[in-house]
T-cell receptor
Framework: NAGVTQTPKFRVLKTGQSMTLLCAQDMNHEYMYWYRQDPGMGLRLIHYSVGEGTTAKGEVPDGYNVSRLKKQNFLLGLESAAPSQTSVYFC?????????????FGQGTRLTVV | GENVEQHPSTLSVQEGDSAVIKCTYSDSASNYFPWYKQELGKGPQLIIDIRSNVGEKKDQRIAVTLNKTAKHFSLHITETQPEDSAVYFCAARNAGGTSYGKLTFGQGTILTVHP
């Protein structure tokens, strides 16, 4: 009963390098989200997906790309990392469109760009 | 879009005291208000939520109140314990239209409970 699993947990990148963060959920959820968490700013939505093969921009999408080729996986990519992307990244998933459905979060990925 | 403001940013209490965290929201169409607890090194976890047709909800030592007219909601923790120490986030969701279940979060409150 894993829930939402994020890979990796920690990563240090050099400016300009690329990487992909993986989010996997085993709850058959339709909706998946990527947030970033910065001190004093709460969680801000980067991109989201409402089903396999669909993606959409959130509040802070610049510098990131996403893909949802399989229902259970949601990938977040950084093509050319910048120090401003140093953050803790959280993936979340939820089922359907019911307004009070619970969002489940992964344990986070701490990314440092030097 | 929705904007959620959360206060205070830090809160320090003695074990056994009560703690109150307040949030205001801007979108009158928001109808779901969850509270999340985030322990060190972990992801946020839902602790309680309230729907817009309810004014108050209680679950053991925690309670949430909602004032739709004033567009604010609060988390109340009674008889605090050291294990309540964590970061707490409020959030709001408007399930209608093109919101697609997105949550808008407050800035977070670091709660420290001293033994």
């Amino acid at each position: 009963n894993a829930g939402v699993t994020q890979t990796p947990k920690f990563r240090v990148l050099k400016t300009g390098q690329s990487m992909t963060l993986l989010c996997a959920q085993d709850m058959n959820h339709e909706y998946m989200y990527w947030y970033r968490q910065d001190p004093g700013m709460g969680l801000r939505l980067i991109h989201y997906s409402v089903g396999e093969g669909t993606t959409a921009k959130g509040e802070v999408p610049d510098g990131y790309n996403v893909s949802r080729l399989k229902k259970q996986n949601f990938l977040l990519g950084l093509e050319s990392a910048a120090p401003s992307q140093t953050s803790v990244y959280f993936c979340a998933s939820q089922t359907g469109v019911r307004f009070d459905t619970e969002a489940f979060f992964g344990q986070g990925t701490r990314l440092t760009v030097v | 879009g929705e904007n959620v403001e959360q206060h205070p940013s830090t809160l320090s209490v003695q074990e056994g005291d009560s703690a109150v965290i307040k949030c205001t929201y801007s979108d009158s169409a928001s109808n779901y208000f969850p509270w999340y607890k985030q322990e060190l090194g972990k992801g946020p976890q839902l602790i309680i939520d309230i729907r817009s047709n309810v004014g108050e909800k209680k679950d053991q030592r925690i309670a949430v109140t909602l004032n739709k007219t004033a567009k604010h909601f609060s988390l109340h923790i009674t008889e605090t314990q050291p294990e309540d120490s964590a970061v707490y986030f409020c959030a709001a969701r408007n399930a209608g239209g093109t919101s697609y279940g997105k949550l808008t979060f407050g800035q977070g409150t670091i709660l420290t409970v001293h033994p």
